[in-house]
């Protein structure tokens, strides 16, 4: 039997880094992903499949918010955080046994996107019969800054985790390389694969188009440093970088699931919406603008000082 603090040694292994773990996962969420990720792992239970798992699970969670019976909202609730422990796990299974693949990250994104879906068409069909189309306006004009909002916090995470653990242990990539490796493959005979990467480059691509200072910073590092950042220079960029970390956590799943419930709670589910388009995009737009000063910044350190 494993003792504690042998357990906490693994729990931490597979963590991608504290500077990037926010409060609820930490105490939550992560401990719990940990246990599904030990019990996943004796059955032989591959990462995507607990990744598929989480999907049904989030999308039966949606289809609960679509009545009005408190009780039925409450098994819902119940149900997404269930789906978000089996989001967390799916990560530590494959931390845990090396079994990560460009198709478990294109799923792990598409998890989230398919939950809350569910989540905005329930929503308005509830309130179609009082609000009309309107209602589907408003989860049109939501979805699409919802979806800038979890793909940049993701990025800057993502950015964050680059320079502090490396290239070799980072899953950041560029679209022009995805690109590359989208071309190797056919449509006949590797559609899974093919379409994983398309995805992501299409993706990826979205994400360098809103960080033209972050695109340059990266070009002037690769023309003076190909083989490897110094860490002088990581370390610089993490320290500027750290503070933004708690934003990019409002931005992804615990706080906007807090403002649902509390929505559904007091049965005004609108609300929801409008905290994400007034609140997260607050926040958005403050998170562009100070990532892209720090990348301005180092732009210039680059072009003046010499790193070693």
């Known amino acids: 039997m494993m003792k504690k603090g042998q357990e906490k040694i693994s729990l ?168 590359e490796t989208g071309a190797t493959l056919s449509w006949k005979r590797n559609f899974i694969q093919k379409f994983s990467v398309y995805y992501y480059t299409m993706y990826t691509k979205d994400q360098e188009t809103w960080t033209p200072r972050f695109q340059q910073m990266m070009s002037l590092l690769r023309e003076k440093f190909p ?3 110094p860490s002088r220079f990581r370390e610089e960029f993490r320290a500027k970088s750290l503070p933004l970390m708690k934003f990019t956590n409002i931005c992804s799943f615990n706080t906007r699931v807090i403002a649902l419930f509390v929505a559904l709670l007091i049965n005004q589910p609108w609300l929801y919406f409008i905290f994400e388009l007034i609140v997260l995009n607050f926040i958005l737009i403050y998170m562009i603008i100070r990532h892209e000063r720090i990348c301005k910044y180092f732009v210039n350190r680059l072009s003046t000082e010499q790193y070693d």
């Open 12 to 179: 931490d292994s597979t963590l991608k880094s504290m500077d990037t773990e926010e409060f609820i996962d930490l105490h939550f969420y992560r401990p719990i992903g940990y246990r599904w990720a030990l019990l996943f792992d004796r059955l032989n239970i591959s990462p995507n499949a607990v990744t598929i798992a989480s999907i049904i699970i989030g999308i039966a969670a949606g289809i609960c918010f679509y009545y009005t019976s408190l009780t039925i909202n409450l098994i819902g609730m119940l149900l997404l955080i269930w789906a978000n422990s089996y989001d967390s796990a799916d990560g530590q299974l494959a931390r845990m046994t090396g079994k990560t693949s460009q198709l478990g990250r294109t799923l792990d994104g598409l998890s989230g996107i398919s939950w809350f879906i569910a989540i905005y068409a329930a929503i308005c069909f509830r309130l179609f019969p009082s609000w009309g189309f309107w209602i589907w306006a408003l989860a049109a004009f939501t979805g699409f800054f919802h979806g800038k909002q979890t793909e940049l916090a993701d990025y800057y995470r993502n950015i964050h985790l680059h320079f502090l653990k490396g290239k070799k242990f980072s899953e950041l990539t560029d679209s022009a390389t995805l690109k």
């Open 227 to 229: 083989l490897e950042t």
